[in-house]
């Protein structure tokens, strides 16, 4: 395999905790051929990693390079591939790639992004976001300045500064939800999934107001349902709508203007519905953007730019 070989395909491998998806990726930015399984680094162990990975790139023996983000590059994953200090850019990024070998397979692993906020002097990290973001970035669908939100079990609000990252923000909403429903007190009050309507909106309300800490507030919910002000198949969508405005709340400390202009939102398109309805009632206004084809497009632009880093 050889970086410098401009009309061979690339292998880029998006290869977090529990999942595991590789694709085959043409010069020109098609998608040739993909592989999806769950078979994330949590669950396997090196010899298993390496199994899995020599027979994905056995597959496309005509692949120029290998790269690989998310988790397979942190301390729980085949080799720490550390964190590249914001501003990011592909340019910044290929010149801190983490070059390794899995097996017989040279891997250029893609470093996470570390930053250092201006508005609260606090550090924060991603890993695997930032290959995404450089694709959507790459292939337009962002604006060079400005706010992006990507909800999920770790939300990430990113600022962007002429087309690079500047700074983020990550919220454990998400994770927080999943495990207070899946288990414990609080799960005795959930009935069903976390909806729009009249519930989350309340919930958001309380949530975003600034009043009782977070922790007063999740318990509320267990309150309202055993004295009859919340119907338990209400619960999850109070829960989760107490949560979002809570993060909500967040943003608009560390970015007061967010709301004030068209939020762009990247995510699954469930949890990116519930964020944009929580962004409308609140009085601003998003729009979800397909990312279907980001992680290639940052592949392909890390690959780019490796090409012309010393």
């Known amino acids: ?9 690339i292998i880029g491998i998006n290869w977090g905790s529990s999942n595991f998806r590789a694709f085959l990726i043409a010069a020109d930015g098609r998608m040739l051929d993909s592989v999806e399984q769950p078979r994330g680094i949590a669950g396997l162990d090196r010899m298993q990693m390496q199994a899995l990975l020599e027979q994905t790139v056995a597959a496309w023996p005509d692949a120029a390079a290998v790269y690989a983000c998310g988790m397979v ?4 994953g085949w080799s720490d591939a550390g964190y590249a200090d914001c501003p990011a850019t592909p340019q910044r990024l290929a010149a801190q790639l983490h070059h390794t070998r899995i097996g017989q397979v040279p891997v250029a692993i893609v470093p996470g992004l570390a930053c250092q906020r201006a508005q609260d002097d606090a550090p924060d990290i991603m890993r695997g976001e930032e290959t995404e973001l450089l694709g959507l970035l790459a292939g337009g669908a962002l604006p060079l300045d ?5 909800p999920g079990t770790h939300s990430k609000w990113v600022q962007l500064q002429g087309g690079a990252v500047v700074s983020f923000l990550t919220a454990m909403s998400g994770e927080i939800f999943d495990r207070l429903t899946a288990a414990g007190l609080l799960a005795s009050v959930v009935d069903g999934p976390a909806v729009e309507g009249a519930a989350f909106f309340d919930g958001l309300q309380h949530g975003h107001a600034g009043g009782l800490g977070l922790g007063s507030l999740l318990f509320g919910a267990r309150a309202r349902v055993i004295r009859g002000q919340l119907p338990r198949p209400d619960g999850a969508s109070w829960l989760r709508g107490v949560l979002i405005g809570a ?3 967040d943003v608009r400390r560390l970015w007061p203007a967010a709301l004030q202009v068209p939020l762009p939102m990247v995510g699954a398109a469930p949890v990116c519905a519930l964020y944009a309805a929580a962004v409308h009632a609140l009085g601003g206004s998003a729009r979800t953007l397909l990312s279907h084809d980001a992680v290639t497009r940052g592949f392909l632009a890390l690959h780019r730019a490796a090409q012309v880093t010393p």
């Open 73 to 76: 590059g942190s301390n729980i």
């Open 247 to 249: 993060e909500l709340a």
């Open 1 to 9: 395999m050889s970086m410098h070989d401009n009309d061979a395909p």
């Open 146 to 150: 400005g706010l992006v939100a990507l």
